[in-house]
């Protein structure tokens, strides 16, 4: 807990000089907080710098994720994990504690091949890298390789075109994940309907915490997927809440 408090002042201390102050102290109190155990206080505090202050930072989640969970709100705690996973995949305390909230929700670590390649970096990072590639891409070829000779053309290209097309590949495969396809936690146990309304069937019962792939919305109510089980149907929109929004 330390070393991502350490992590979050270095950031609020970017910020310019007029802002910092006031960023800091709400840390401090909201650490303070928590500490003492008014796990409610430090959510607020948190909260308020999240969605009034609009400060963005993966250990600001961490750290709400680690007080909705004191609190006993195991879905609000995965929901800010997972936010905080999305911005900072490679740091190993929000890694150990995703992969501890998943475990308590009975999900666990995603096995597919996808997330294990790219679960180690940030959207802003691959598409730093898949920039780069392009421009290196380009600079290559608008040079025609000046300097070598035509026979070996082929065996620098060959690296250069296959680190182009998985780099498309990645880069499309985590703007789909993290932007096309919607993603949602249960904030409790959840009763899955066969329709959107009260008056449907129950197909189904959702654990509080699971992660969810969210389809279709209609007056209120969600359409929901869930992995790697493949079950479906309808949710109140009130009882999950979405991540990657």
């Given at each position: 807990?330390?070393?991502?408090?350490?992590?979050?002042?270095?950031?609020?201390?970017?910020?310019?000089?007029?802002?910092?102050d006031k960023y800091v102290a709400f840390i401090e109190s909201?650490?303070?907080?928590?500490?003492a155990g008014d796990y409610k206080q430090a959510i607020e505090?948190?909260?308020?710098?999240?969605?009034?202050?609009?400060?963005?930072?993966?250990?600001?989640?961490?750290?709400?994720?680690?007080?909705?969970?004191?609190?006993?709100?195991?879905?609000?705690?995965?929901?800010?994990?997972?936010?905080?996973?999305?911005?900072?995949?490679?740091?190993?305390?929000?890694?150990?504690?995703?992969?501890?909230?998943?475990?308590?929700?009975?999900?666990?670590?995603?096995?597919?091949?996808?997330?294990?390649?790219?679960?180690?970096?940030?959207?802003?990072?691959?598409?730093?890298?898949?920039?780069?590639?392009?421009?290196?891409?380009?600079?290559?070829?608008?040079?025609?390789?000046?300097?070598?000779k035509k026979a070996s053309k082929p065996l620098i290209m060959?690296?250069?075109?296959?680190?182009?097309?998985?780099?498309?590949?990645?880069?499309?495969?985590?703007?789909?994940?993290?932007?096309?396809?919607?993603?949602?936690?249960?904030?409790?146990?959840?009763?899955?309907?066969?329709?959107?309304?009260?008056?449907?069937?129950?197909?189904?019962?959702?654990?509080?915490?699971?992660?969810?792939?969210?389809?279709?919305?209609?007056?209120?109510?969600?359409?929901?997927?869930?992995?790697?089980?493949?079950?479906?149907?309808?949710?109140?929109?009130?009882?999950?809440?979405?991540?990657?929004?």
């Amino acid at each position: 807990m330390k070393k991502i408090m350490i992590a979050l002042f270095l950031f609020l201390a970017a910020i310019p000089c007029f802002g910092a102050d006031k960023y800091v102290a709400f840390i401090e109190s909201a650490e303070n907080s928590f500490g003492a155990g008014d796990y409610k206080q430090a959510i607020e505090i948190y909260e308020s710098l999240i969605q009034i202050e609009k400060v963005k930072n993966p250990y600001l989640y961490y750290n709400l994720s680690n007080a909705y969970y004191r609190s006993g709100e195991l879905g609000k705690a995965i929901v800010n994990i997972e936010k905080a996973f999305i911005l900072k995949p490679a740091d190993k305390n929000i890694r150990h504690n995703r992969l501890f909230l998943r475990n308590k929700a009975g999900a666990g670590e995603p096995e597919d091949f996808f997330s294990k390649v790219t679960g180690f970096c940030s959207l802003n990072t691959i598409t730093i890298l898949f920039s780069a590639a392009v421009i290196f891409i380009l600079l290559s070829v608008s040079l025609r390789l000046f300097g070598i000779k035509k026979a070996s053309k082929p065996l620098i290209m060959a690296p250069l075109i296959f680190l182009f097309v998985i780099s498309c590949i990645i880069f499309a495969l985590k703007v789909n994940d993290e932007i096309f396809t919607s993603k949602a936690a249960s904030l409790s146990a959840v009763s899955v309907r066969s329709g959107p309304g009260i008056n449907n069937p129950e197909i189904f019962n959702l654990p509080e915490g699971r992660i969810v792939t969210v389809k279709n919305t209609s007056g209120g109510w969600s359409y929901i997927e869930v992995s790697p089980e493949g079950f479906s149907g309808w949710v109140q929109g009130g009882e999950i809440e979405g991540i990657n929004e």
